[in-house]
């Protein structure tokens, strides 16, 4: 079964501290993979398109990269502003579907 | 540029009652639109989604449907609520490549509804 689950749950971050969160995905064919960010009671808001493995993309403290089994979302020297549910989703081949991971709460502090 | 209204941003709503969630998208023509629900904690679950007027699919059974009158409208509806049919209501849209698939999605502001 086509499946995307993301790790960790929740995360807490010291201003500064770098990390990487995880999107992991066994699909049957991989279209595209797709980062968003949520903040609290909003709707999600596109960040990354991610179509082959080996891709890159960056923006700002963010930047994605891409296997052909997962994705990482890094965050470079976090500020208290990049809290945020960070959703990753994919599309598949033969299916209409975007599949989306419960997603990680990122919660960056001062 | 393009924008997505939804509205109401928040309802309540008595079990039994009918339902009327509107979603519209400015700045774009035929787009593809689509309505998640998103379950506190858990991932969003696409309900319906449109490649044009009148053209709706629906990816899950349940309690609710979908109507597209115009081209940049989106409408879910129900006759009767569930307690089960709370949640947090998306409306999203993406850009016609030929596919429904393949497409970034953009998402509106959502509604917050409460079946009680």
């Known amino acids: 079964e086509d499946q995307v689950t993301q790790s960790p749950e929740a995360l807490r971050l010291q201003e500064g501290e770098s990390s990487s969160l995880n999107c992991s995905y066994t699909?049957?064919?991989?279209?595209?993979l797709f980062w968003y960010r949520q903040d609290p009671g909003k709707g999600p808001e596109f960040l990354f398109t991610l179509y082959s493995a080996g891709e890159e993309k960056e923006k700002e403290r963010l930047k994605a990269t891409l296997t052909k089994k997962e994705s990482f979302l890094h965050i470079t020297a976090p500020k208290p502003e990049d809290s945020a549910t960070y959703l990753c989703?994919?599309?598949?081949?033969?299916?209409?579907?975007?599949?989306f991971g419960a997603g990680t709460r990122l919660t960056v502090k001062p | 540029s393009q924008t997505i209204h939804q509205w109401p941003a928040t309802l309540v709503q008595p079990v039994g009652s009918p339902l009327s969630l509107e979603c519209t998208v400015e700045?774009?023509?035929?787009?593809?639109l689509y309505w998640y629900r998103q379950a506190a904690g858990r991932g969003l679950q696409l309900l319906f989604y449109?490649?044009?007027?009148?053209?709706i699919s629906s990816e899950v059974p349940q309690n609710l449907s979908a109507s597209r009158p115009q081209d940049r409208q989106f409408i879910l509806s129900s006759k009767k609520l569930l307690l089960s049919d709370s949640g947090f209501y998306l409306c999203a849209w993406s850009r016609d490549r030929g596919s429904i698939a393949y497409n970034e999605q953009f998402f509106g502001p959502g509604t917050r509804l409460t079946v009680l």
């Open positions: 700045g774009t023509s035929n787009p593809n």
């Open positions: 989703a994919v599309h598949i081949y033969n299916n209409n579907d975007m599949r």
């Open positions: 449109s490649v044009g007027i009148g053209q």
């Open positions: 699909v049957s064919g991989l279209r595209g």
